[in-house]
């Protein structure tokens, strides 16, 4: 199946400093990328919808201006958590589909677990 | 309002067979997902139905009904690095995954 790599898989930061994960499809151009937090024991919380070329669709409670989406290539979509909190800590996830090879399959990156002290 | 059921928690014995019980209410249907994830891990495809029936891969099987917003995964033999939690999906009118809980289960010797 397809890949998508996800970096860092650990990070942990200050409170009030600012963290950047990547998202990468390594063999095939994801046109949405979907990002993801999941607090421990619940399920999987869609943040935004990431699109290249355009501007993010966020859920309703997402903040866009702490969570700032930038999808500039068909392969690479990154979110930045601006002034991070303790309550910022969680698992967050991205995923993509492959629809140019009809793949309703979402591929998951590895998760990043972002510890803010 | 959309909505994924699912148990919380199962307990199985190494060996043996669990069915996995998911019912949805969804804005439109295309397509139901399990997946696994361990513990700190990201989730990892395991089915994809779309049509109703039974889908069997190797140990596991999905089943879906649509007409009843129903869908089981069958795990066989079960092994205890099959220990994980089991997230059951559906793919909306708006090709959007809606997640359930997950369901965690715990496999004993």
């Known amino acids: 199946g397809a890949v998508v790599s996800q970096h860092p898989s650990r990070v942990i930061c200050k409170s009030g400093t600012s963290v950047k994960i990547e998202c990468r499809s390594l063999?095939?151009?994801?046109?949405?990328m979907f990002w993801y937090r999941q607090f421990p024991k619940q399920s999987l919380m869609l943040m935004a919808t990431?699109?290249?070329?355009?501007?993010?669709?966020?859920e309703q409670g997402v903040e866009k201006d702490k969570f700032l989406i930038n999808h500039a290539s068909l392969t690479l979509s990154t979110l930045t958590v601006t002034s991070a909190h303790p309550e910022d800590s969680s698992f967050y996830i991205c995923?993509?589909?492959?629809?140019?090879?009809?793949?309703?399959?979402?591929?998951f990156g590895q998760g990043t677990r972002l510890t803010v002290v | 309002g959309q909505n994924i059921d699912q148990p919380t928690e199962m307990t199985a014995t190494e060996g043996a067979i669990v069915q996995i019980n998911c019912t949805y209410q969804?804005?439109?249907?295309?397509?139901l997902f399990w997946y696994q994830q361990h513990a700190g891990e990201a989730p990892t495809f395991l089915s994809y139905?779309?049509l109703d029936g039974l889908e069997e891969k190797g140990r596991f099987s999905s089943f879906l009904s649509r007409s009843k917003g129903y869908s089981y995964l069958l795990l066989k033999e079960l092994q205890m690095k099959d220990s994980a939690s089991y997230l059951c999906?559906?793919?909306?009118?708006?090709?959007?995954?809606?997640w359930g809980a997950g369901t965690k289960l715990i496999i004993k010797p």
């Open positions: 139905n779309v």
């Open positions: 063999d095939f151009q994801a046109t949405t």
């Open positions: 969804t804005s439109g249907f295309n397509g």
């Open positions: 990431s699109n290249e070329g355009s501007k993010a669709t966020y």
């Open positions: 995923s993509a589909r492959d629809w140019d090879r009809g793949s309703t399959e979402a591929f």
């Open positions: 999906a559906v793919m909306d009118s708006n090709y959007q995954l809606i």
